[in-house]
C-alpha cells in the first residue's frame, strides 16, 4: 500500500516555502493532468505547474457543463491562452447521471465521480485537484470519489489554506484572480432532492449576477428550496437591506428580462443571512 503523503504546516507568510514545498511535489508526481475550475485555487495550481514543470510534464482539463458558470470557462480559456497551456475542454457527463440529476446529499460525489472518470479515460497522467486545507472542514463528498481515482491534492499536501493560496496567486502575478470570491459550482445552491435542471442553474445564475450588480454584496447565494428561492446576503449587505428595499428586489428578480427562465409564479423570495452549504440537508 502506498504510504500517505506526510503533510507540512508552512507559516501563511513564508512564501518561499509555500512555493518550494508545492514546486517538490509537483517534481515527485508529474506528469500531472490538473482539474481547473476556473477559480483561484486551481488556476493558481496551474499556473504552477506548467511553470514549474518541462514541456509536456503539465495538461490543464477544465469541464463544461449548465453548473459552471460561462464566465468561470472563459476564465480559464483566457489564462490557458496567456500561459501557454495545454487545456482540454470537455463536457464530463455528469448530467446523464441520474444519480447526479436526484440530488442526494452527496450529489458533489456523482458531480467529481463523473468528472474524474472522463479525465481518466483522456490521460495516464496523475490526476491533480485544488482543494485546499480549509475544505477538509466542509461537507465534501467530492473528496471520497478522488479518493477511488487516486487524485493527489497538493495544497493539502503542503498544509495551505485560502489565504496562502490568493497570497501565491498574487505572487504569480495572476492579479484579480487572487481576490475571485469562492463561487462553488450552481448545482450547489439547489436543496438536496430537488431534481438538478439546466434551467433552474441559469436562473439561480442570472439572479445573482443581477444581485451583484445592484448591491455589490461581498457574498450573495440564490438558493432553490421547496416552495421558495432564498437570497443569501453577507452579514453587512442584509443589515442594509429595509423591507421596503427587499420587496422592490423582489419584483426586480421576478421580471429580469433576459434570465431565459423565471421564478415560479407563487414562489416565495425570502432574505437571509448566508450559511456555507445551507442547501445540503443531511439525513
Same mark, same amino acid.
Given at each position: 500500500?502506498?504510504?500517505?503523503?506526510?503533510?507540512?504546516?508552512?507559516?501563511?507568510?513564508d512564501l518561499d516555502g509555500i512555493e518550494g514545498r508545492l514546486n517538490d511535489i509537483l517534481r515527485n508526481v508529474q506528469p500531472v493532468a490538473i482539474a481547473?475550475?476556473?477559480?483561484?485555487?486551481?488556476?493558481?495550481?496551474?499556473?504552477?505547474?506548467?511553470?514549474?514543470?518541462?514541456?509536456?510534464?503539465?495538461?490543464?482539463?477544465?469541464?463544461?457543463?449548465?453548473?459552471?458558470?460561462?464566465?468561470?470557462?472563459?476564465?480559464?480559456?483566457?489564462?490557458?491562452?496567456?500561459?501557454?497551456?495545454?487545456?482540454?475542454?470537455?463536457?464530463?457527463?455528469?448530467?446523464?447521471?441520474?444519480?447526479?440529476?436526484?440530488?442526494?446529499?452527496? @450529489?458533489?460525489?456523482?458531480?467529481?465521480?463523473? #468528472?474524474?472518470? *472522463?479525465?481518466? +479515460?483522456?490521460?495516464? $497522467?496523475?490526476?491533480?485537484? !485544488?482543494?485546499?486545507?480549509?475544505?477538509?472542514?466542509?461537507?465534501?463528498?467530492?473528496?471520497?470519489?478522488?479518493?477511488?481515482?487516486?487524485? @493527489?491534492?497538493?495544497?493539502?499536501?503542503?498544509? #495551505?489554506?485560502? *489565504?496562502?493560496? +490568493?497570497?501565491?496567486? $498574487?505572487?504569480?502575478?495572476? !492579479?484579480?484572480?487572487?481576490?475571485?470570491?469562492?463561487?462553488?459550482?450552481?448545482?450547489?445552491?439547489?436543496?438536496?432532492?430537488?431534481?438538478?435542471?439546466?434551467?433552474?442553474?441559469?436562473?439561480?445564475?442570472?439572479?445573482?449576477?443581477?444581485?451583484?450588480?445592484?448591491?455589490?454584496?461581498?457574498?450573495v447565494r440564490c438558493r432553490v428550496r421547496r416552495g421558495a428561492i432564498v437570497i443569501e446576503l453577507d452579514p453587512q449587505t442584509l443589515g442594509q437591506l429595509?423591507?421596503?428595499?427587499?420587496?422592490?428586489?423582489?419584483?426586480?428578480?421576478?421580471?429580469?428580462?433576459?434570465?431565459?427562465?423565471?421564478?415560479?409564479?407563487?414562489?416565495?423570495?425570502?432574505?437571509?443571512?448566508?450559511?456555507?452549504?445551507?442547501?445540503?440537508?443531511?439525513?
Amino acid at each position: 500500500m502506498t504510504k500517505a503523503p506526510e503533510l507540512y504546516a508552512p507559516d501563511p507568510v513564508d512564501l518561499d516555502g509555500i512555493e518550494g514545498r508545492l514546486n517538490d511535489i509537483l517534481r515527485n508526481v508529474q506528469p500531472v493532468a490538473i482539474a481547473v475550475s476556473g477559480g483561484v485555487d486551481s488556476l493558481t495550481l496551474a499556473t504552477l505547474a506548467h511553470r514549474v514543470l518541462p514541456d509536456g510534464a503539465s495538461a490543464m482539463f477544465h469541464a463544461v457543463s449548465p453548473a459552471v458558470p460561462e464566465e468561470a470557462s472563459a476564465r480559464v480559456r483566457a489564462l490557458a491562452q496567456r500561459e501557454g497551456w495545454s487545456l482540454t475542454v470537455f463536457d464530463a457527463g455528469e448530467f446523464g447521471n441520474e444519480n447526479y440529476r436526484s440530488n442526494p446529499v452527496n @450529489r458533489c460525489f456523482h458531480c467529481k465521480h463523473s #468528472l474524474y472518470e *472522463a479525465i481518466h +479515460r483522456l490521460t495516464d $497522467a496523475t490526476i491533480l485537484s !485544488g482543494a485546499n486545507q480549509d475544505d477538509l472542514g466542509e461537507y465534501r463528498p467530492g473528496l471520497e470519489a478522488a479518493r477511488l481515482f487516486r487524485v @493527489r491534492h497538493p495544497y493539502v499536501e503542503a498544509g #495551505l489554506a485560502k *489565504a496562502d493560496v +490568493r497570497a501565491l496567486a $498574487a505572487r504569480l502575478g495572476l !492579479g484579480n484572480i487572487a481576490d475571485l470570491p469562492a463561487a462553488p459550482c450552481l448545482a450547489s445552491r439547489v436543496e438536496s432532492g430537488i431534481r438538478i435542471e439546466a434551467d433552474t442553474l441559469r436562473l439561480i445564475h442570472r439572479v445573482e449576477q443581477a444581485i451583484a450588480a445592484s448591491l455589490k454584496p461581498q457574498v450573495v447565494r440564490c438558493r432553490v428550496r421547496r416552495g421558495a428561492i432564498v437570497i443569501e446576503l453577507d452579514p453587512q449587505t442584509l443589515g442594509q437591506l429595509s423591507i421596503d428595499d427587499q420587496d422592490r428586489l423582489t419584483c426586480h428578480l421576478r421580471s429580469l428580462p433576459d434570465a431565459g427562465v423565471a421564478i415560479p409564479p407563487g414562489t416565495a423570495v425570502r432574505y437571509e443571512r448566508y450559511r456555507v452549504g445551507s442547501a445540503f440537508l443531511h439525513t
